[in-house]
């Protein structure tokens, strides 16, 4: 996790809107009654935020309410953790340490696959890995 140092009133929960497979797992978000704001990374100076820019090519950040910023499968623990149970309670089980290797994995197969994915196309591919 990094800081930006910036407080938020709720997390702010940003997607890739050119990867059709992220804007349709944003969608669900609000379905989930989750309290967040849910945000495209186009729509903000990332840098300002404390978000990585590269990085949020290949992982989903989440900038909680004291600035930290969240990624992968910890963004979506606490997007969970603001959400109604039983929705609150399976973030806490994935944002815990014992999912801590099950979950980034998890997080790594779907967002290596994620051109292949409902909603997914050929933009949405992650860029080959150095040395692949």
């Known amino acids: 996790m990094t800081t930006s140092g910036a407080h938020r009133a709720v997390p702010l929960v940003l997607y890739d809107a050119d990867c059709g497979f992220c804007t349709r797992a944003a969608g669900w978000i609000p379905r989930l009654g989750a ?15 404390g978000v990585d820019p590269d990085r949020s090519g290949l992982e989903m950040p989440a900038v909680l309410e004291d ?7 910890h963004a979506w623990a606490e997007i969970l953790l603001r959400s109604p149970q039983p929705w609150r309670l399976l973030g806490a089980a994935l944002g815990s340490r014992v999912m801590e290797v ?31």
């Open 35 to 49: 309290q967040v704001e849910v945000s495209s990374l186009q729509a903000h100076d990332l840098v300002a935020l």
């Open 67 to 73: 600035g930290t910023v969240a990624w992968g499968h």
């Open 102 to 132: 099950p979950g980034a994995a998890a997080y790594r197969l779907v967002a290596a696959n994620r051109g292949r994915l409902p909603g997914g196309t050929a933009q949405c591919a992650l860029p080959p890995s150095p040395g692949a």
